[in-house]
Nanobody, 121 residues
Framework: QVQLVESGGGLVQAGGSLRLSCEASGRTFSSYAMGWFRRAPGKEREFVSAISRSGGSTYYADSVKGRFTISRDNAKNTYLQMNSLKPEDTAVYYC???????????????WGQGTQVTVSS
């Protein structure tokens, strides 16, 4: 079992930045790829970014490429640095874990409770 807890969400003006954190507990953190997804009101959950188990490979949705950066440390933390935020980035952001990276949300095994990000125009 892996437990995930997100933090760092909040309200920010357009053009601003936020850094989301995801702390994992339970089984070996390094055994899992980590991902970030988001769900905006009235929309399906969508892939945002992911990082491989080693941290050597990163993946981004086209909508966030060049603005968001995913990283992980040797402890049990995964981060999502979000710059140049836009109102359309407003959503609940979820951290997820599975063995291998995929963009399909349904394939991720472990999920956090989510953290709200609101970007005002």
């Amino acid at each position: 079992q892996v437990q995930l807890v997100e933090s760092g969400g909040g309200l920010v003006q357009a053009g601003g930045s936020l850094r989301l954190s995801c702390e994992a507990s339970g089984r070996t953190f390094s055994s899992y790829a980590m991902g970030w997804f988001r769900r905006a009101p009235g929309k399906e959950r969508e892939f945002v970014s992911a990082i491989s188990r080693s941290g050597g490979s990163t993946y981004y949705a086209d909508s966030v490429k060049g603005r968001f950066t995913i990283s992980r440390d040797n402890a049990k933390n995964t981060y999502l640095q979000m710059n140049s935020l836009k109102p359309e980035d407003t959503a609940v952001y979820y951290c997820a874990a599975r063995l291998l990276v995929t963009v399909k949300a349904d394939d991720w095994r472990y999920w956090g409770q989510g953290t709200q990000v609101t970007v005002s125009s």
